[in-house]
Structure formats: C-alpha cells, structure tokens
C-alpha cells in the first residue's frame, strides 16, 4: 500500500501505478557532480603514489579467519526465509528533520548521520515531504565572493521551502519489488515508510535494498 503526503494531509492511498496521477510529485533529478570553474581538463596529474607495503598475516587474525569458517561450514542455527517486504529491510527509528528547522542545521544533522535524505516530520510525527541533501546545495552557488550573501540568504530557509512534497509513502507490509519500482519512476532515493495516517515508521531507501541483494538470505522480488 503507498500513500502521498503534504503539508495538508494524506492526498493519496492505493497501488503504485497511480502514484504519477498526482500532479504535484515530481520526479526527482538524480544529483550531478560540482565541477569548479578553477579545474581544467588539461591540468597535469600529479604522479601516483606508490603502493603501500601489505602487512604480513597476524596469528590472531588467522585464529579469526578460521574460527569464521568453521562457522560457516556448520550454517546457520536455524534457515532464514527470504526478504518480501518493507519492513524485512527498511531502517526503522530513521532521521527526520521538522519543516521548519533552518537549511543550514538540517545540513549539519545530514552531514552528522552520514545520510544524503530524510523525511520532513511535523509535530505530530507525520510525514509532509522529503529533505534531499543535494537539492540544499545548488549547482549555481559556487563558493564566489559575489554568492556569499545569497549563499547565507538560502541557508537560513526553512527545510518546508526546499523539500519534496507531497511525497509518497509507504506501508510496512508492501512488496519490496512494488517499493523499487516506484522509486525507478520518481527518480527518488527512498520512501518514508507510513502508516495510513502518516506517522512515520521507518525509510526504506535504495541502499537498503541493494544490501539486501547482496546478503544472505537472498532477496525475493518474484514470489
């Protein structure tokens, strides 16, 4: 089940092939490098470093290495079932920002979590829009003296001028190939994970599933 929040309220709730008849999601840019104007193509490179040494093999690393393996040919305490939903995958207790924190903190809190997104949540807890890390920084603002003022200017905006919204949502008991599907149409990084009221539960994003992909169990997208 997906939802689409704003500021007003829940917009939408069915399958993900009406998602695009909301008008107002829009689809997402994916973010491109800064390219400085002071940096030519036909600047020389400075010469590579040479390889380090490789350090020899240490006793208790190999104590570890074999006692990993020994684990691994006695398998698993009990099988492990394939991943189907959200909520197999999706982090749950994810950051949110609220709509009115200054771009400038809301920057700062991304930076400090190492995260590039988040969702938008109001004082009720319930999702309105998603706070993307590269739309705080546009290309055009390039550190230039001219830019400094306009720079700060933008910074001290609320997140609620900059975010995704209405954004979609979705519940914790869809299929996760639904989930990818929809984020391959909106071009988005992730989906705050809702109940139908819109209180945040989690974020799944596609991190989340491509680690799923690449662990064990392996992840189930044609049950």
């Known amino acids: 089940m997906f939802f689409v929040f704003g500021p007003s309220g829940q917009m939408y709730r069915g399958g993900p092939d009406n998602l695009a008849q909301i008008t107002p999601v829009r689809r997402v840019q994916r973010p491109k490098a800064l390219h400085s104007g002071a940096m030519s193509a036909d600047a020389p490179s400075s010469p590579a470093a040479p390889p380090a040494a490789l350090p020899g093999p240490r006793p208790h690393l190999r104590k570890e290495a074999v006692s990993a393996y020994v684990q691994t040919e006695q398998g698993p305490a009990q099988q492990r079932q394939p991943l189907t939903r959200v909520k197999d995958v999706m982090t749950v207790?994810?950051?949110?920002?609220?709509?009115?924190?200054?771009?400038?903190?809301?920057?700062?809190?991304?930076?400090?979590?190492?995260?590039?997104?988040?969702?938008?949540?109001?004082?009720?807890?319930?999702?309105v829009g998603l706070l993307l890390r590269a739309d705080m920084a546009p290309l055009n603002l390039l550190p230039e003296p001219r830019t400094i003022r306009q720079a700060i200017e933008l910074a001290r905006r609320p997140v609620?001028?900059?975010?995704?919204?209405?954004?979609?949502?979705?519940?914790?008991?869809?299929?996760?190939?639904?989930?990818?599907?929809?984020?391959?149409?909106?071009?988005?990084?992730?989906?705050?994970?809702?109940?139908?009221?819109?209180?945040?539960?989690?974020?799944?994003?596609?991190?989340?599933?491509?680690?799923?992909?690449?662990?064990?169990?392996?992840?189930?997208?044609?049950?």
């Open 93 to 127: 207790g994810a950051l949110s920002v609220p709509p009115d924190a200054r771009l400038s903190d809301a920057w700062q809190t991304l930076a400090q979590q190492g995260v590039a997104q988040a969702p938008v949540v109001n004082d009720q807890g319930q999702a």
């Open 160 to 223: 609620s001028e900059v975010m995704v919204s209405p954004v979609p949502t979705v519940a914790a008991d869809t299929e996760l190939r639904r989930v990818a599907k929809v984020l391959l149409d909106t071009g988005l990084p992730g989906l705050p994970v809702t109940d139908e009221r819109g209180l945040l539960t989690g974020f799944i994003s596609r991190t989340d599933i491509l680690r799923a992909v690449a662990a064990d169990p392996p992840l189930d997208l044609w049950s």
